[in-house]
């Protein structure tokens, strides 16, 4: 899994838990929604060590908006999950709008590991 180390999530943002003084630990549902985030967010090239790594939506921020833009970002989306994150979720649908310089993503999946359906919404504005 990304950034996980053994068995406890690591949170992101990387922080130091106070009460421990080690490295804070995330819920398992939200470190699921990190690394969506992570996958979503990151750049080819970003990552010295996986230069694949990611999925080119911020790229399409400023995009025009029609129908053959958002159905090539759900396309990258979906695909860049199943190659990331395949063996932790199921991709279902991916829906992708952008409305001036916003990309609003809705993405729906289900947890392999316990077969629970969940949603991850992001937007991001340039």
Same mark, same amino acid.
């Given at each position: 899994?990304?950034?996980?180390?053994?068995?406890?999530?690591?949170?992101?943002?990387?922080?130091?838990?106070?009460?421990?003084?080690?490295?804070?630990?995330?819920?398992?549902?939200?470190?699921?929604?990190?690394?969506?985030?992570?996958?979503?967010?990151?750049?080819?090239?970003?990552?010295?060590?996986?230069?694949?790594?990611?999925? /080119?939506?911020?790229? =399409? *921020?400023?995009?025009?908006?029609?129908? +053959?833009?958002?159905? &090539?970002?759900?396309? @990258? #989306?979906?695909?860049?999950?199943?190659?990331?994150? /395949?063996?932790?979720? =199921? *991709?279902?649908?991916?829906?992708?709008? +952008?409305?001036?310089? &916003?990309?609003?993503? @809705? #993405?729906?999946?289900?947890?392999?590991?316990?077969?629970?359906?969940?949603?991850?919404?992001?937007?991001?504005?340039?």
């Amino acid at each position: 899994m990304i950034g996980s180390v053994g068995t406890a999530p690591i949170a992101s943002p990387y922080t130091i838990d106070p009460g421990r003084g080690s490295t804070a630990e995330a819920a398992p549902d939200a470190h699921l929604q990190d690394m969506i985030g992570m996958v979503l967010f990151t750049a080819a090239g970003q990552r010295v060590m996986r230069p694949t790594f990611g999925s /080119g939506a911020l790229g =399409l *921020v400023f995009a025009a908006a029609d129908e +053959s833009v958002a159905a &090539t970002t759900q396309f @990258l #989306i979906a695909g860049a999950l199943q190659n990331w994150l /395949g063996d932790v979720i =199921l *991709v279902g649908e991916v829906t992708v709008s +952008s409305q001036d310089s &916003t990309l609003a993503i @809705l #993405i729906s999946y289900t947890v392999r590991s316990t077969g629970t359906s969940a949603s991850a919404a992001f937007t991001v504005s340039q």
